[in-house]
Nanobody, 116 residues
């Protein structure tokens, strides 16, 4: 199974930027869709952004459109989430995933905290 390790979370002020990275190992992910979910305290996990295996198609939740950008580098087995103009409501644990909905691998999560 794919192993995913996220990095790049932290504590920032509203309006700042963060760049999350996720590195995959144990298996190649070049044929898998990848993306990011997040889960805030007391809330369900929600999709943030996803990217097709080739990188040609992307999806963003309405709440992050225009502020976040997802990209991938299949040679480096990485997927990146550039987060700009962060808001307090972006505070959550962010999880990277790889694979289809019925067989996804997940990372351990990285905390993003945005103070007002």
């Amino acid at each position: 199974q794919v192993q995913l390790v996220e990095s790049g979370g932290g504590l920032v002020q509203a309006g700042a930027s963060l760049r999350l990275s996720c590195v995959a190992s144990r298996m190649p992910v070049r044929m898998y869709a990848m993306g990011w979910f997040r889960q805030a305290p007391g809330k369900e996990r929600e999709v943030v952004a996803s990217i097709s295996y080739s990188g040609s198609d992307t999806y963003y939740a309405d709440s992050v459109k225009g502020r976040f950008a997802i990209s991938r580098d299949n040679a480096r087995q990485t997927v990146t989430l550039q987060m700009n103009s962060l808001k307090p409501e972006d505070t959550a644990v962010y999880y990277c995933y790889a694979g289809p909905g019925w067989d996804r691998s997940w990372g351990q999560g990285t905390q993003v905290t945005v103070s007002s």
